[in-house]
C-alpha cells in the first residue's frame, strides 16, 4: 500500500484560475480575438477560392467537412468562399465593435 508521501502532488490545484488567450482580466471575451478570427477567416475565403479553382481546373480530390461540401455542391466554390468571407465579415465588425466600445 502506498503512503502519502509517494504519491503524485498537483501543485497548480490550489493555485488561482487563470484567464486563458480568449479572455481578458475581467473574464470576459476578448474581442481582439474575435477581430482576428474575423480577418483570418476573410483571408481563408480567398486561399478556399484559389485551391478549389485549382482543383476543378487541374482534377483531384481532397477531404472536407460534411457541411463545406454540402456547400459547396450546392452553390459551388464562389459560394463556398463567400460564405467563409461572409461570416469573416460578421466577426470582423464585431470585433471592431467590441475594441470601440472598450476604448469609449
Known amino acids: 500500500m502506498a503512503t502519502d508521501e509517494s504519491l503524485p502532488v498537483d501543485e497548480t490545484r490550489d493555485a ?3 484567464a486563458d488567450a480568449a479572455t481578458d482580466a475581467d473574464g470576459e ?3 481582439w480575438g474575435t477581430l482576428v478570427l474575423g480577418i483570418l477567416m476573410i483571408v481563408g475565403a480567398g486561399w478556399i477560392y484559389w485551391y478549389f479553382g485549382k482543383l476543378e481546373a487541374e482534377g483531384g480530390s481532397v477531404r472536407m467537412p460534411a457541411i463545406a461540401w454540402a456547400i459547396y455542391g450546392a452553390i459551388g466554390r464562389t459560394g463556398l468562399a463567400g460564405v467563409v468571407g461572409l461570416l469573416g465579415a460578421v466577426f470582423t465588425f464585431g470585433g471592431l465593435a467590441g ?3 472598450r476604448s469609449a
Open 16 to 18: 488561482e484560475p487563470q
Open 29 to 31: 471575451d476578448s474581442p
Open 99 to 101: 475594441v470601440r466600445n
